[in-house]
């Protein structure tokens, strides 16, 4: 774990500072699902395809990766770079956006974090709002595969208004 990250123990996450000014989003999920499953259906792309098709990267250190966020997105619809660490079935940064996984008794723990990149158009509170929603929107749908293993579409699966919701620490 990225230690200067530390730990978010809330449903909807935090948003703090680095020592070097930048700020980040993190929040913590708890499944019900081995640490070797959850792998799996993060990095096999046809797993991937079925809650998240606009991810793909190549799963080994220093692959290249892209995330298509939808062209409703708010913020960029189209992020690409390198996989910055890559440590199965633990660890996966696509650029500063990490997935840690932990063994927590019979599932595991995922911990999310992203450094948040700002923007002209919108405030610090919208931006964290937009990237929070979305990764747990994402994250949502993760879980119903791990679940259930259906695919559950964007329209099915609405996202939370975070501009209601109380996030430790947000600007």
């Not at 699902?33 to 799963?59: C, L, N, Y």
């Not at 660890?91 to 956006?97: F, Q, R």
Request: hydrophobic share 35%; glycine share 10%; proline share 4%.
């Amino acid at each position: 774990m990225n230690a200067a990250l530390g730990r978010s123990s809330d449903k909807f996450g935090a948003v703090g500072t680095l020592p070097d000014g930048k700020d980040f989003v993190i929040f913590e999920r708890h499944l019900r699902h081995s640490v070797d499953r959850v792998w799996s259906a993060f990095t096999d792309a046809d797993q991937r395809d079925k809650w998240m098709p606009g991810i793909q990267f190549e799963a080994k250190a220093g692959g290249k990766y892209e995330i298509w966020f939808g062209d409703d997105c708010e913020g960029p619809a189209h992020v690409s770079g390198t996989l910055t660490e890559f440590d199965p079935p633990k660890l996966i940064a696509l650029g500063s956006i990490r997935f840690e996984l932990e063994s927590e008794g019979q599932g595991c723990l995922l911990r999310f974090s992203d450094i948040l990149w700002y923007d002209d158009k919108r405030t610090k509170t919208q931006f964290a709002n937009s990237v929070l929603g979305g990764w747990h929107h994402f994250l949502d749908r993760f879980e119903i595969w791990l679940d259930e293993g259906v695919r559950v579409l964007d329209k099915d699966l609405p996202e939370v208004h975070y501009a209601e919701v109380d996030v430790k620490g947000r600007p």
